[in-house]
C-alpha cells in the first residue's frame, strides 16, 4: 500500500472508499485483473482502490510498485491513462521503476460507480513500450464496468450484513425473538430467543401452530388462534397480547406482531414477525395503576383529541360520572362549561407550550365544585390531576370574612373610642359638633348631619360631612327637618321623603340625648349603591350618638362651671392702680385643660408713702382649692404690705408665717416689688424687690435689651420655712424700659428645659421692646403660650414715663 501524496507532482487522491473491508485481496478482484492482463496481452494487471487519502492495490504481480501509482493517477484523472512507451513519456519518465526498465508502456480506466464517484482504477502494464489501440480502451473500461458491478454487489452484501448485525444486537438488547410461518407448510421457524422466551427446548420444539398454542394461557387461546387465522386467511397485520403459561406454572405476558407477505397472486403465504415479553411492563403498569386507584387525588388522562383515555376511581366521584360514560369521549362535549372558561385556557395553554399549568378554578352546576388542578402535557396528551378544593375555599372565605368582621369590628371599637377621646378633650361643643360628622361618615354611612338644639328646638350649630360639596345646602335643610321631628318624637328612626338633591336612598337619625336632656341630632344617609344601615351599624350608631352627647353634655356642663370659676377669680384680680410717672397693665389668662381655674394671681395697689406695690404669685395646684388658697393669700399679703409699709423681703418674711400658720398645706411662689414714688435725677425709678421661689422678673430696656433680675441666691418658696432669711435686691428702672412679672405658664413646656423658656421670653421681649404696654402683654401672650395651654398665666408690667404723659 502506497500513499499517493508521495508520487510527485501529485495531490491527495480524493475518493469515496465504499469498498467493504474483505474486498482487500478479494479473488473475484484477481481474476478480473489476471483477465484483463490476458485479454489484452499484457505481462500484468492489477486492480486499485482508493481510501480518502490512500490507495490499496490488489494485483497479479505484488512486486510491482509504479503502476499502482499510476492508477492512482488515473482515478485522480477520472478518464483513461494511456502510456505507449514510458521512457518517452515526461509523465512518467523520471520516475525510477521507469529509468530502471521495470515499465515500459501502461494503459489504465477509472472505476466509477452509478453515482458517479471514482473508486478506483483497473490498469494492464508490461516492461516493454507498446502502442494502445481503440479497442484495448474500449475493452479495458468494460471489464472496469464488470468491476464496479462486482465492487457494488460486494458492498451491498456488506451492508446487509452490517443492518442484519445490528438489527440482532437491537433485538437481542430488547429481548425480541422473531419467526417464520410458512402458510402452505404449515411449518413455523423460531429463532433461539423465541423459543427460549416461550419456554420451549430448540432440540424438541415441533416448529408447529400446534407448540406455540400449547404454552399460551388457557383463557387467551382463542383469541390468539382466531388472530393467526385472520392474519393467514386476509393478510392483516397480526397484532395480539396474551400469557403465556411456561414449564414450571411460571406465567408471562408476550406481545406478538407479524405482516404477512403475498404471493404473485395476492395471497398470503408466509407471515414474518416477532415477539417480546411484556410482562414487567404490564407489572409496572399495574403498579401505576394501582398507585393511581388509590391515590386521593383525581386523576385522568385525555388523547391528543381531548378524549379520555384513563379515568381513576377518585376522578369518577369528583367528576359525578362513571368510567363507562367518561372514556372514549371528548371532554368538551362532556363538560361544555368548560368551553372559554379557565379550563379551557389552562389546558391549551399547556399543550400549546409544553409546560405544566396550576390552577384553581370552579365548575358550575351541576358539579358546582371548586378544583385544585394540576395538568402535565405530553407527546400523548394531557395528564391531569385534580382535588376537591370547595371546602378549603369556603373555609378561606369563612375566615376571609371572619377577618373582615374583625377589621370591621375593631374600626366600630376605634370609632367608638375616637368619639370618646375628641368629646372628652373637646370643649367646645360648637366644634365637637363638626368633628362629630368627619368621624361617623364614610365610616357608617355616605353622608352624616349633626345639629345642636337651642331651647326652641330649632339648630343652632350644623356639622355635615358629605363627599360632593354641591350638596351640602340639602343636608342644612335636613337638619332642619331632623330637629323638627325629634322636638315631636325623640326616638330613633327612618326620614321619609328624602330630599331628592342629596341622592340618598336611606336615612335614620339618632337623638342626641344625655341626663335626660335631648341636645340634638345624629342623621347618618346611605345611597343606593351602599344600601340601608345594618343592624350592626345601626347599633353602632346608637352607641356614637350616646357617647358624643355625654360628651356634648359634659361640655355643656363644664362651660357653665368655667364662666362661674373665672368669675369667681376675676373678681379677686382688681384692676391696676394709675400711679404718677408710671404705667401698669395686668392679665390673667386660664389654662384650656378642664381645670382651667388655678392658683396665679397678681396685684399692684399704691402704698400709703405713695409708692406703688407690685406682686405676683402662684400658688401650687390647678383646682377650685387652689384658687380659694391664691384668694386667701392675696389679701393676706396685700393687707401685710399696706398695713406695715414693710420692705420686700419683709412682707415675703410675715407672709411666709401666716401661710405656715394658716395653710400649713399651701405652697406659694412670688415676687413683691416696692416702686418708690420719688424719681431721681436723671429720671429712673428705684425699685427694691424680693423673689420666694418664683420666676425672675426681667428688664426690657427702650433699645431692646433685657436683663433678667436674678438674686444673689435663690430664696426658699413661701410655706415651707417661715424662719428663712430672705434677701433684698435693688434695680433702678430707666424712662422708657419696661419691668415684666409673671407667672410660670409662660415660659414652662412639657419636657422641656425651663431656661429655654427663659431665652423665648428674652427674643419675644426684645421684638416688643417699643410697643405700647398692653400690646406689649397681648403679644407676649400670643407668641409664648402653647396652642395648647396646660397652665394659666398671670403677669404685670411695669413701664416708667414722664410725668405729664
Given at each position: ?142 471489464l ?11 458492498t ?14 437491537a433485538?437481542d ?23 427460549q ?45 396474551f ?38 411492563q ?8 394501582r ?109 376571609n ?19 370618646s377621646?375628641?368629646?372628652a ?203 380659694a ?9 396685700r ?30 411662689t ?14 429712673e425709678?428705684?425699685?427694691r ?94 407668641t ?22
Amino acid at each position: 500500500m502506497t500513499d499517493t501524496r508521495d508520487v510527485p507532482g501529485m495531490g491527495p487522491v480524493a475518493a469515496t472508499d465504499r469498498r467493504p473491508p474483505e474486498l482487500v485481496g478479494s479473488p473475484a478482484l484477481d481474476r478480473l485483473a489476471a483477465l484483463a492482463a490476458r485479454i489484452l496481452g499484457s505481462p500484468s494487471g492489477q486492480v486499485t482502490l482508493l481510501t480518502v487519502f490512500t490507495s490499496d492495490t490488489v494485483a497479479t504481480d505484488p512486486g510491482v510498485d509504479l503502476p499502482q501509482l499510476l492508477c492512482a493517477l488515473t482515478a485522480r484523472a477520472g478518464s483513461p491513462l494511456i502510456v505507449d512507451d514510458a521512457a518517452r513519456d515526461r509523465r512518467v519518465a523520471a520516475l525510477v521503476p521507469v529509468t530502471s526498465g521495470s515499465l515500459g508502456s501502461y494503459l489504465g480506466v477509472p472505476l466509477v460507480d452509478a453515482d458517479g464517484r471514482t473508486t478506483g482504477a483497473l490498469c494492464v502494464f508490461g516492461p516493454k513500450p507498446r502502442q494502445w489501440s481503440d479497442g484495448d480502451v474500449t475493452l479495458l473500461a468494460e471489464l472496469a464496468a464488470v468491476a464496479i458491478g462486482e465492487l457494488e454487489l460486494a458492498t451491498l452484501a456488506a451492508d446487509f450484513d452490517t443492518v442484519r448485525t445490528r438489527l440482532g444486537l437491537a433485538m437481542d438488547a430488547a429481548g425480541i425473538g422473531s419467526f417464520d410461518l410458512d402458510l402452505t407448510s404449515g411449518h413455523l421457524s423460531w429463532d433461539e430467543r423465541l423459543v427460549q422466551m416461550f419456554g420451549h427446548d430448540l432440540a424438541v420444539f415441533g416448529e408447529t401452530i400446534k407448540a406455540l398454542l400449547g404454552r399460551v394461557h388457557p383463557d387467551d387461546r382463542p383469541h390468539v388462534d382466531a388472530a393467526l387465522h385472520e392474519a393467514a386467511r386476509s393478510g392483516a397485520d397480526l397484532d395480539a397480547e396474551f400469557r403465556i403459561v411456561l414449564p414450571l406454572r411460571e406465567t408471562r405476558w408476550v406481545v406478538v406482531r407479524g405482516k404477512a407477505l403475498r404471493d404473485e397472486s395476492g395471497n398470503p403465504v408466509r407471515i414474518l414477525g416477532a415477539a417480546h415479553d411484556t410482562t414487567d411492563q404490564r407489572d409496572a403498569a399495574t403498579r401505576v395503576a394501582r398507585v393511581l386507584e388509590t391515590m386521593s387525588a383525581g386523576f385522568y388522562s385525555l388523547d391528543r383529541d381531548w378524549r379520555f383515555d384513563y379515568v381513576n376511581a377518585r376522578a369518577e366521584t369528583l367528576l359525578e360520572r362513571g368510567r363507562d360514560e367518561l372514556l372514549g369521549g371528548v371532554f368538551w362535549d362532556l363538560f361544555p362549561a368548560a368551553v372559554d372558561g379557565a379550563f379551557e385556557t389552562a389546558f391549551r395553554a399547556a399543550v400549546t407550550s409544553g409546560e405544566p399549568v396550576e390552577f384553581e378554578a370552579h365548575y358550575p352546576e351541576p358539579l358546582d365544585r371548586w378544583y385544585e388542578v394540576r395538568a402535565l402535557p405530553s407527546p400523548d396528551g394531557l395528564s391531569v390531576y385534580l382535588h376537591d378544593v370547595t371546602a378549603r375555599r369556603q373555609a378561606r372565605e369563612d375566615a376571609n370574612r371572619a377577618r373582615l368582621d374583625a377589621a370591621r369590628t375593631a374600626a366600630r371599637i376605634d370609632l367608638l373610642g375616637e368619639v370618646s377621646a375628641r368629646f372628652a378633650a373637646e370643649l367646645d361643643p360648637d366644634v365637637a359638633v363638626g368633628r362629630l360628622a368627619e368621624l361617623v361618615a364614610p365610616a357608617l354611612a355616605d353622608w352624616a348631619v349633626v345639629a345642636l338644639m337651642d331651647d326652641g328646638g330649632r339648630p343652632r350649630a350644623v356639622g355635615r360631612w358629605h363627599a360632593d360639596p354641591a350638596r351640602l345646602a340639602a343636608l342644612d335643610e335636613l337638619s332642619e327637618h331632623m330637629c323638627a321631628a325629634l322636638a315631636r318624637d325623640s326616638s330613633p328612626g327612618p326620614i321619609r321623603n328624602l330630599n331628592p338633591r342629596l341622592g340618598a336612598e336611606h336615612g335614620v337619625v339618632f337623638p342626641l340625648v344625655a341626663r335626660g336632656r335631648t341636645l340634638g341630632a345624629l342623621g347618618l344617609f346611605t345611597s343606593a349603591e351602599r344600601g340601608s344601615m345594618t343592624a350592626v351599624d345601626v347599633a353602632t350608631a346608637r352607641q356614637v350618638a350616646d357617647r358624643a352627647a355625654l360628651g356634648l353634655d359634659n361640655a355643656r356642663l363644664y362651660r357653665q362651671q368655667l364662666h362661674l370659676a373665672e368669675g369667681l377669680q376675676r373678681s379677686l384680680l382688681t384692676e391696676p392702680p394709675v400711679p404718677d410717672g408710671l404705667q401698669i397693665a395686668v392679665r390673667y389668662v386660664p389654662a384650656a385643660e378642664a381645670a382651667r381655674v388655678g392658683g396665679d394671681w397678681y396685684d399692684a395697689f399704691l402704698a400709703p408713702d405713695g409708692g406703688t406695690v407690685l406682686a405676683i404669685g402662684d400658688v401650687v395646684g390647678h383646682d377650685t382649692q387652689a384658687a380659694a388658697a391664691m384668694g386667701q393669700v392675696r389679701g393676706l399679703m396685700r393687707g401685710i404690705a399696706f398695713t406695715t409699709g414693710d420692705s420686700p423681703a419683709e412682707v415675703l418674711t410675715r407672709l411666709d408665717h401666716a401661710v405656715t400658720r394658716l395653710h400649713p398645706d399651701t405652697t406659694v411662689t412670688s415676687v413683691v416689688a416696692r416702686v418708690e414714688g420719688r424719681r431721681l435725677g436723671d429720671g429712673e425709678t428705684r425699685i427694691r424687690w424680693s423673689n420666694a421661689g418664683h420666676p425672675p422678673p426681667m428688664i426690657v430696656a427702650a433699645d431692646g435689651s433685657v436683663t433678667m433680675l436674678s438674686a444673689a441666691r435663690a430664696d426658699l418658696l413661701l410655706g415651707w420655712d417661715p424662719c428663712t432669711v430672705r434677701a433684698e435686691s435693688e434695680v433702678l428702672l430707666a424712662r422708657g424700659a419696661t419691668l415684666l412679672m409673671y407667672t410660670d405658664g409662660l415660659v414652662e413646656r412639657r419636657g422641656e428645659d425651663i431656661d429655654m423658656g427663659f431665652d423665648r421670653l428674652r427674643a419675644a421681649l426684645r421684638r416688643v421692646a417699643t410697643h405700647p404696654l398692653d400690646q406689649l402683654c397681648d403679644e407676649l401672650l400670643a407668641t409664648m403660650r402653647p396652642l395648647i395651654p396646660d397652665d394659666d398665666v398671670a403677669l404685670i408690667a411695669v413701664r416708667s414715663r414722664d410725668p405729664e404723659q
